[in-house]
Each structure stands twice: as C-alpha cells, then as structure tokens.
C-alpha cells in the first residue's frame, strides 16, 4: 500500500491527512462543510509555508523562523475559513490590503509540518494547511511524506514501439512509476542510443509548451530539438519527468503565471506564492537511467542544477548546451533564468 499516495490523494479531495502527531487538511481544498465537522470551534491553526509567510510579511516574527521553515498561524476570531483562503492566495495580494495583524505561534513537530507541505507541493496544491485536533483515517509517516516529496525508486511498467511525427528513426517509449508516491514518468528511447555515453535530455514537463506551444517558455522548442539531435546521432533518451512547473504543479504554475501578469518575474512569482524558485530533483531522473541501464550520459542542458544532481546520484554527466533562438515573449523569461536562477549560455 502507497501512504503516501492516498494521504495526496486526500489533500486533494479535502479530506484530513494525519502526519505522525499532526493532522492537516488544505486550505485549498477543506469545504466550509468540512471545518464544521472537524473544527466546529473554530480554533484550527494556518500551516503555512515559510515562503508564504515571508511573502506576508510574517517570517521574522519567531526567532526561528527562517523563509524554508514552516510558520504556523494563531488562530483569531475574526480568521474565518474565506479569510485564510484569501490570506494564503497571493493572486489576491494585489485586491486589498491583507488581514491582520496576524501573529504566529510555535510549532510542536516541524518536521512533520515541513512534510505535510512537501505532500501539499507533491499534491500540486498550494502550501497553505489548516492544522485540526482530530483524528484522520488517512494517515502518513513524516519519512513516508518527505520521501514522496523526492522520489527516487522507480519500477518499469511498461514498455511499447511508439511512431513519433518528425522522427524517421524508431522510438520506444518506456513508462515508469516512481515507488515513493506511484507518480508516472516517461522515458522515450529514440533509434538506438548506443556508446557508453547516450546523449540525454531531461525535460520536465511543461503542458502550456509542450501542449499548447506557449511562447512565454523555450520548453516545447527545446523537447523538438532535442528529439532531431538524438536521431541525428542515431540515438538518443528523453526523460520525461512530470514535474510541472519546476515541480509546483499545474495549478500553481498557472497561479505563478497570473502574478507575472502583474508584472512579477519567474522568481519572485514562485515565492509569492510559498515556494521556492525551483522545487525539482533529480534522484528520479538518475533513477530512471539506472532503469535503463545506463551510468553516463551527455547532458542537453542549460541548467547547472541537473548536472549537479545526476552527479550527486553517481552518474557521470557531461553538458551539451541547449539553447534555442528567443521570442519576444520569452526573453525576459530567459534573461531572468540567467541572472537570478545560474542558467548557462
Ligand atoms: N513555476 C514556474 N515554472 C515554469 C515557468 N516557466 C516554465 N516553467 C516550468 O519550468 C520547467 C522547465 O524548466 P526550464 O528552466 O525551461 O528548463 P530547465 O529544465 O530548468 O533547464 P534546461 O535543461 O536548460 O532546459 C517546466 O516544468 C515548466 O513547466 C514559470 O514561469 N514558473
Ligand atoms: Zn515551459
């Protein structure tokens, strides 16, 4: 059995999660109906991620507290349930000016507050979590919720021919299922990638590029390119990771974008709304060409981040750059990528 599965599941469903002494539900998610049951009183606490707090003016309010440390909210009794989910949502930081004051209160496990937001994340919910005095049916290990935060055991599940538009050369694709929390992953295996270093492309995925060719990222040129250099060379392997939005999820990156519609760039959208700049890992990719068989690889990257985590998992990885023409929509993007988060040219 999955804990760690069901306990995501649940966030997502609005149901409470317990993790080890904690039990948490999402602010997202937990319906007035909900609270009623579970917090008739009122006196829930807010869970929020460090980030958020700081984004909220509240990290600095415990000597402890620090932007990657969680900060957990006193509950008020003018803080009902549609004033904490318009508190923990920074698309409605521009509205109005925010309740308070607010004042935070200390935490008696963090440990299992930073997993129950790691599972929040690995939800693709925001990091925002009411903190009950019940029970849950529904419940995790603090290891269990952190290691599902960062999978890095995975099982082949499948494996099939695949035509690709574009490729002359034969593709396989291979599905993969991470143990730690069932997530899905891909690999395609273009032509035959031969030698004892296979040119590899780790892309995480990017449904608005890859799906529907927005401009406002390089991602859906860069997996295009990728694909024509690997049969290029004869051969080649595309990890697909589904890590949507530098691993905050679909919604949130969504949420990201309307922030940068206000003018915030790639960065500071991510920490406005509770996470950090970027959330990924790469133990699942290293994992995954272990799968395959394969300890070497050259790398089509910018991203300093990736060589550095299949190094840190024992691969050896050489950088072929991987840099495509910008738009005039993701230029910006791009120079941000550069200067605030260490991409190569
Ligand atoms: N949170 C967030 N994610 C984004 C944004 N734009 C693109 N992404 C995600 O970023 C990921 C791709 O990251 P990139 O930085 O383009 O590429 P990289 O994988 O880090 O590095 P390269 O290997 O050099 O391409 C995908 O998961 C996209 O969904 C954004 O503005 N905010
Ligand atoms: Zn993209």
Known sequence: MNCAADAIAALRAGRAVGVDSL??????????????????????????????????????????????????????????????????????????????????????????????????????????????????????????????????????????????????TKAQIVAMRAEEDGSEHVALLVGAPAGKAPLTRIHSECLTGDVFGSLKCDCGPQLRAALQLMEAEGGGILLYLRQEGRGIGLANKIRAYGLQDRGLDTVEANHRLGFADDERDYALAAAMLRALGVNEVRLLTNNPAKLAGLEAQGITTERVAHRLPANPHNAHYLNVKRSKSGHLD
């Open 23 to 168: 039990t948490v539900a999402a602010v997202e998610t937990a319906t007035d109906e909900f609270l009623a049951l579970v917090d008739a009183d009122g006196r829930a606490s807010v869970l929020l991620s460090g980030a958020r707090a700081a984004a909220l003016g509240l990290a600095n309010q415990r000597e402890s507290a620090s932007a990657r440390e969680p900060v957990l909210v006193q509950r008020e009794p003018w803080l009902d349930p549609g004033t904490v989910r318009g508190l923990v949502d920074a698309g409605r930081d521009f509205d109005r000016f925010g309740p308070g004051p607010l004042r935070t209160k200390g935490l008696t496990d963090p440990d299992a507050a930073r997993a129950a937001l790691a599972l929040a994340r690995s939800a693709g919910l925001m990091p925002a979590l009411w903190l009950l005095e019940t029970d849950a049916s529904v419940r995790v290990t603090t290891a269990e919720a952190t290691a599902a935060a960062r999978p890095a055991h995975v099982t082949i599940a499948a494996r099939a021919g695949l035509p690709v538009e574009g490729l002359a």
